[in-house]
């Protein structure tokens, strides 16, 4: 019993970290030219990796198989993707 209860804990655990995701079209549609930063943090979260150099700063949520993908300049959007969403 003990054993099914903490399986079925798991599996709930791992149906709601699923469904939390922000890696989702509606959130990429809210993406818009010109955004700043801040935005689209508030609107993607934390950026999984951001990296760059002179002023452009290429930021990623996610994976391989499912990204949304952005590349800022002076902290405004300049171009995005995704994939997978």
């Known amino acids: 019993m003990k054993n099914t209860l903490t399986r ?15 890696l989702t ?9 010109g955004m ?6 508030a609107i ?4 999984d ?3 760059g150099a002179v002023g452009v700063q290429n930021c990623s949520w996610g994976g391989e198989e499912k990204y949304i993908k952005i590349n800022f300049v002076g902290k405004k959007v ?8």
């Not at 791992?14 to 939390?20: H, I, M, R």
């Not at 993607?44 to 950026?47: I, K, S, T, V």
């Not at 300049?78 to 969403?85: C, E, I, N, P, Q």
């Open 44 to 47: 993607l979260g934390e950026a």
């Open 8 to 22: 079925l804990l798991c599996i709930a655990l791992l149906l709601l970290g699923v469904g939390c995701s922000k």
């Open 49 to 51: 990796e951001c990296g």
């Open 78 to 85: 300049v171009l995005y993707s995704a994939k997978g969403l």
């Open 25 to 33: 079209k509606e959130n990429y549609d809210k993406i818009t030219m």
């Open 36 to 41: 700043n930063y801040d935005e689209v943090i």
